[in-house]
């Protein structure tokens, strides 16, 4: 088979990433996608499982931090693009240990513009070195408006600052040396594999197991949510078909304080597991809030709606319902992601709440 592009994901074993990789794998089966991880406690290539036989992907265990590493990586393979995800994604953990989030969000991300540029120098047309960032590089909101690609950068925790800055040393790649590259800030997602010290995954295994749900401060945090697939599709688009030297916010027009959607997520969890209405919701229980708690966060996503003809699908009630599907169906997965360190992490994280 003549390979047409050779594209390098990072972070491909993750949630969104492992998304990404199979939707690559599977509608271009003549790109050859090289997923490079490190496998730390949120990789896990079981997330990859079902698309393990087909012939056009290749795992290659990576440490992004490791220069000599990602060198090797672009000297064994000859990229035509990158789609850069991996990155310390856990707010919380970036409180209680910011340095990893440094080493990985911003070195990584260094690491890799430094190979690309090397590797393309010579010929960087038709090169796409695309970065995946987040809406919390824009900071927190009030109670009105949304973020738009020129919101100011005002990053408020350890995660989005080091997200924030890996988005400038991309921008500086770009405007100083001329590598072709995309930034996308997307909202929170949800959907199948995401690590269960997340938000809605951490709680259907709480209302599974009847252990209480954790609501930072009064529950009144606005997040803008978008299935994770919705995030895989617009990435799928703006690979294709956005403009170098471009930024596009993904969002899913769908604000929810947190107590609103814990709230639904009760509703579809009793019915699911066919307990009497209102037995999860006895469960929710409020918590010390997180430090620096940013408020609200909502984009503006007409840019890619507009000029690319992206748009989110399921609605939120069905996306939750299929998330919550996946999860009971699935427990297998959810043990053996939660027997590792997990339960360390969790008692640290919450015996003091
Ligand atoms: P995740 O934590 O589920 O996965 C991150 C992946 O990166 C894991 O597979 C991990 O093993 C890998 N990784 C971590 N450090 C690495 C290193 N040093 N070298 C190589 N691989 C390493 O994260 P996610 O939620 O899938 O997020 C993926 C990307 O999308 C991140 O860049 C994140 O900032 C961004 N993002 C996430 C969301 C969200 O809601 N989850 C929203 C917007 C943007
Ligand atoms: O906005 C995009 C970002 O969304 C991504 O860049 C991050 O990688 C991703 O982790 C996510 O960040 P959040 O901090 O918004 O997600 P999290 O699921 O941790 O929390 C969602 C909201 O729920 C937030 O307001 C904090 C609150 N929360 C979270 C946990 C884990 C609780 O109330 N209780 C909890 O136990």
């Known amino acids: 088979m003549t390979i047409k592009k050779t594209i390098l994901i990072t972070g491909g074993a993750g949630f969104i990433g492992s998304h990404v990789v199979r939707r690559f794998v599977t509608n271009y089966p003549d790109y050859l996608i090289i997923n490079a991880d490190k496998l730390t406690y949120a990789g896990n290539l079981e997330n990859l499982a079902d698309i393990e036989s087909k ?15 990602v060198l090797e990586l672009f000297k064994k393979y ?20 910011p340095d990893e989030f440094i080493f990985t969000n911003i070195v990584g991300t260094l690491n890799l513009l430094n190979a690309a540029l090397a590797s393309w120098k010579s010929s ?7 970065h995946i960032s987040t809406d ?58 995401q690590f269960p010290e997340k938000l809605i995954p951490l709680a259907i295994n709480n209302i599974k197991i009847g252990k209480p749900i954790p609501v930072y401060g009064k ?39 947190n107590i609103d959607l ?39 996503s007409s840019k890619i709606q507009n000029e690319l003809g992206w748009s989110p699908i399921p609605e939120f009630a069905e996306g939750l319902e299929r998330t919550v599907d996946w999860y009971l169906a699935n427990e ?22």
């Open 55 to 69: 012939k056009n992907w290749l795992f290659e265990k990576t440490d992004i931090v490791d220069k000599q590493s």
């Open 78 to 97: 000859t990229f035509d693009g990158v789609i850069h995800l991996a990155a310390e994604s856990h707010v919380d953990r970036s409180i209680t240990g």
């Open 124 to 130: 960087p047309a038709g090169k796409l070195f695309y």
């Open 136 to 193: 919390e590089v824009y900071g927190s909101l009030g109670k009105e408006g949304l973020f738009t690609e020129e919101t100011a950068y005002d990053p408020k925790s350890p995660y989005s600052a080091s997200k924030a800055s890996s988005d400038h040393l991309v921008r500086a790649y770009n405007h100083t040396f001329g590598i072709p590259v995309v930034i996308s800030n997307c909202s929170n997602n949800y959907g199948p594999n």
């Open 219 to 257: 529950g009144e945090n606005i997040r803008d949510w978008l299935y994770v697939e919705d995030h895989a599709s617009a990435i799928d688009l703006i690979f294709h078909e956005g403009k170098a030297g471009e930024t596009y916010n993904i969002g899913g027009n769908n604000e929810w304080t």
């Open 262 to 300: 814990i709230k639904l997520l009760c509703r579809i969890m009793d019915k699911k597991l066919k307990r009497p209405e209102g037995t999860s919701e006895m469960l929710i229980t409020y918590v010390t809030d997180r430090p620096g708690h940013d408020l609200r966060y909502a984009i503006d």
């Open 332 to 353: 297998q997965w959810l043990e053996r992601v939660l027997s590792g360190d997990y339960g360390k992490y969790y008692d640290l994280m919450y015996s003091g709440r």
